[in-house]
């Protein structure tokens, strides 16, 4: 058997790709084939599912655990043979909304790769590098099939997990300045960096590299953009899915300081676990107590310091990971200029309408009093002069539900950069700088959304139809949030978009245009040019829509 794997490794080394080399485990007393590769660490032994060579679960850092806790990432060890067959663990996280599972987990930087199975010898294929969404809380790339994007697509998938919460975007005036608050930001560009040295064993072309997120990873890309000298050489075009990138976010310094009035969230923290919150400037003794306490006591700390704020845990800017903000970066020119695909769903935020009415606080009343009182107040704050112009502009007819309300707050709100008047102005900001922008409107009415963005048993009896994060299921099938990866499959028309919107993402992957050859029925994707040339994703209606009339964005713009 040593011998055996000797010669697998060796050959390897010579041919450059070990993705058409099968390893016979004959000496195992097994006779499946697998496919190997040969990484910095060592070997991987992957699997082949669906049409697609997948390995799972490699590490690209150590486990930042100890002294490695709230600390840069760091490599990871070497091994001779490492068994690549199935995931990693989550980073630690809660449980949230029944969806994703609890983790409690640090030994977690790991990636998953994805290529054709029918790969041939030499061949160079562009990579997707994708980062999950989860509000900066949730989430992992356990949660994504690499499959068809990687058959259909003809591309190298690469999923990751990076620090999240308390562990990746906390800052802490012991921490280190340059990267404090961003942990789970250097994560990503780690694992970006490790692509770089690594893909090409597995086919994929480190010279075309297109880095994507959804939610949190969309913002993600964000951070990335407007930080051009710190990403330089790491991705070559982007994708942003259902996020803003000018929704402000704090620096390091309010980060430190919290609100006024108000703890900052460091304080809250180390408060809850019984830690020193006294000595400001950092001491060495509050960050060793933090590095002690168990991951169980910081996630319970996490969730009573954040309380309903979706937002508590998020990247901080004014470091060295994240000098500037997008607007300056916007306003300067000083980002990264790479073709852009960016987009979202029309009713993205009727998702979180479903969540107040299903959990705690459990509203589900839409007349005027409760709007005022409740509903209002938390998407629209400070706004109160405004609230009797947007009821009568959104519900001067036939009054609200929860359907009709999450559409409103699907155009525009100020608390969360997942609203379509803000993809279309960070659009038009982006655009001057941009070899080219392409943008979109994931618009298909019947998107599975019970069983995948709300759990199994659960429903808040509204129309949902594109909601956040409903779009997943068409580039990634069977997406549940879950690791269980079991919802159901697409409807016959849905799946037809499924396949449009894989066909039009690879083309953009290869080349930086989604101009697939010889799909038909869609008109030619324009380059951006304001509002009315945004291409509308929906069943039997893939074409061009004014974007901006839509969402009512002069009617934002002027409140």
Same mark, same amino acid.
């Given at each position: 058997?040593?011998?055996?794997? !000797?010669?697998?490794?060796?050959?390897?080394?010579?041919?450059?790709?070990?993705?058409?080399?099968?390893?016979?485990?004959?000496?195992?007393?097994?006779?499946?084939?697998?496919?190997?590769?040969?990484?910095?660490?060592?070997?991987?032994?992957?699997?082949?599912?669906?049409?697609?060579?997948?390995?799972?679960?490699?590490?690209?850092?150590?486990?930042?655990?100890?002294?490695?806790?709230?600390?840069?990432?760091?490599?990871?060890?070497?091994?001779?043979?490492?068994?690549?067959?199935?995931?990693?663990?989550?980073?630690?996280?809660?449980?949230?909304?029944?969806? !994703?599972?609890?983790?409690?987990?640090?030994?977690?930087?790991? +990636?998953? &790769?994805?290529?054709?199975?029918?790969?041939?010898?030499?061949?160079?294929?562009?990579?997707?590098?994708?980062?999950?969404?989860?509000?900066?809380?949730?989430?992992?790339?356990?949660?994504?099939?690499?499959?068809?994007?990687?058959?259909?697509?003809?591309?190298?998938?690469?999923?990751?997990?990076?620090?999240?919460?308390?562990?990746?975007?906390?800052?802490?005036?012991?921490?280190?300045?340059?990267?404090?608050?961003?942990?789970?930001?250097?994560?990503?560009?780690?694992?970006?960096?490790?692509?770089?040295?690594?893909?090409?064993?597995?086919?994929?072309?480190?010279?075309?590299?297109?880095?994507?997120?959804?939610?949190?990873?969309?913002?993600?890309?964000?951070?990335?953009?407007?930080?051009?000298?710190? &990403?330089?050489?790491?991705?070559?075009?982007?994708?942003?899915?259902?996020?803003?990138?000018?929704?402000?976010?704090?620096?390091?310094?309010?980060? +430190?300081?919290?609100?006024?009035?108000?703890?900052?969230?460091?304080?809250?923290?180390?408060?809850?676990?019984?830690?020193?919150? !006294?000595?400001?400037?950092?001491?060495?003794?509050?960050?060793?107590?933090?590095?002690?306490?168990?991951?169980?006591?910081?996630?319970?700390?996490?969730?009573?310091?954040?309380?309903?704020?979706?937002?508590?845990?998020?990247?901080?800017?004014?470091?060295?990971?994240?000098?500037?903000?997008?607007?300056?970066?916007?306003?300067?020119?000083?980002?990264?200029?790479?073709?852009?695909?960016?987009?979202?769903?029309?009713?993205?935020?009727?998702?979180?309408?479903?969540?107040?009415?299903?959990?705690?606080?459990?509203?589900?009343?839409?007349? &005027?009093?409760?709007?005022?009182?409740?509903? +209002?107040?938390?998407?629209?704050?400070?706004?109160?002069?405004?609230?009797?112009?947007?009821?009568?502009?959104?519900?001067?007819?036939?009054?609200?539900?929860?359907?009709?309300?999450?559409?409103?707050?699907?155009?525009?709100? #100020?608390?969360?950069?997942?609203?379509?008047?803000?993809?279309?102005?960070?659009?038009?900001?982006?655009?001057?700088?941009?070899?080219?922008?392409?943008?979109?409107?994931?618009?298909? #009415?019947?998107?599975?959304?019970?069983?995948?963005?709300?759990?199994?048993?659960?429903?808040?009896?509204?129309?949902?139809?594109?909601?956040?994060?409903?779009?997943?299921?068409?580039?990634? #099938?069977?997406?549940?949030?879950?690791?269980?990866?079991?919802?159901?499959?697409?409807?016959?028309?849905?799946?037809?978009?499924?396949?449009?919107?894989?066909?039009?993402?690879?083309?953009?992957?290869?080349?930086?245009?989604?101009?697939?050859?010889?799909?038909?029925?869609?008109?030619?994707?324009? !380059?951006?040019?304001?509002?009315?040339? &945004?291409?509308? +994703?929906?069943?039997?209606?893939?074409?061009?829509?004014?974007?901006?009339?839509?969402?009512?964005?002069?009617?934002?713009?002027?409140?």
């Amino acid at each position: 058997m040593k011998l055996l794997m !000797t010669k697998i490794a060796r050959s390897v080394q010579l041919t450059g790709i070990g993705l058409s080399i099968a390893m016979l485990l004959t000496a195992c007393g097994s006779s499946v084939a697998r496919p190997t590769v040969l990484v910095e660490q060592g070997s991987v032994l992957g699997v082949e599912r669906d049409g697609a060579n997948q390995y799972l679960g490699i590490p690209y850092a150590a486990p930042p655990v100890g002294d490695l806790r709230w600390a840069m990432p760091q490599a990871a060890t070497h091994w001779k043979v490492r068994d690549a067959g199935q995931v990693g663990a989550a980073c630690a996280q809660e449980a949230r909304f029944g969806l !994703t599972e609890r983790s409690e987990s640090e030994d977690c930087l790991t +990636l998953n &790769v994805g290529v054709p199975a029918d790969i041939k010898p030499g061949e160079k294929l562009p990579v997707f590098f994708w980062i999950p969404g989860g509000g900066f809380v949730g989430g992992s790339s356990n949660l994504y099939r690499l499959d068809k994007l990687a058959r259909e697509g003809r591309m190298v998938v690469v999923t990751i997990n990076y620090r999240l919460g308390v562990f990746g975007f906390m800052a802490h005036p012991a921490f280190d300045a340059a990267s404090n608050g961003d942990l789970g930001l250097e994560d990503q560009r780690y694992a970006l960096a490790w692509v770089q040295r690594n893909i090409a064993a597995f086919g994929g072309d480190p010279s075309n590299v297109t880095v994507a997120g959804e939610s949190a990873g969309a913002g993600s890309v964000c951070m990335h953009l407007q930080s051009p000298q710190q &990403v330089k050489g790491l991705f070559h075009k982007a994708v942003i899915t259902s996020g803003g990138c000018l929704q402000p976010i704090p620096t390091v310094t309010y980060s +430190l300081q919290g609100a006024p009035g108000s703890s900052p969230t460091w304080k809250k923290i180390a408060s809850e676990v019984g830690c020193d919150t !006294t000595d400001t400037a950092g001491s060495a003794a509050s960050l060793a107590c933090l590095r002690k306490t168990s991951v169980a006591d910081l996630l319970k700390a996490q969730g009573k310091a954040a309380g309903s704020d979706i937002m508590a845990f998020s990247p901080s800017i004014g470091n060295a990971t994240v000098p500037q903000s997008a607007q300056q970066a916007t306003d300067t020119g000083e980002m990264v200029r790479v073709p852009v695909l960016m987009g979202g769903a029309t009713n993205e935020l009727r998702l979180y309408v479903a969540y107040t009415m299903l959990y705690p606080p459990n509203i589900t009343n839409f007349d &005027v009093a409760t709007l005022k009182a409740a509903w +209002l107040p938390s998407f629209y704050p400070g706004m109160e002069s405004k609230y009797d112009a947007i009821i009568q502009q959104y519900g001067a007819q036939s009054g609200f539900d929860g359907a009709k309300f999450g559409s409103m707050v699907s155009d525009s709100t #100020p608390v969360v950069g997942i609203n379509n008047c803000l993809y279309l102005k960070t659009a038009d900001a982006i655009k001057p700088w941009l070899p080219a922008l392409y943008q979109y409107e994931f618009s298909d #009415p019947n998107a599975p959304v019970l069983g995948v963005g709300i759990a199994k048993g659960m429903d808040p009896k509204i129309d949902l139809g594109a909601v956040h994060s409903s779009q997943l299921n068409y580039l990634f #099938p069977n997406l549940s949030n879950t690791k269980a990866i079991d919802a159901p499959d697409l409807a016959p028309a849905s799946q037809t978009l499924s396949n449009q919107m894989v066909a039009l993402w690879s083309s953009f992957v290869h080349t930086g245009a989604p101009a697939p050859a010889g799909l038909v029925g869609m008109p030619a994707w324009p !380059t951006y040019a304001g509002g009315k040339t &945004v291409m509308q +994703l929906r069943p039997g209606a893939v074409e061009l829509i004014d974007a901006a009339e839509r969402h009512q964005c002069s009617f934002w713009k002027n409140l």
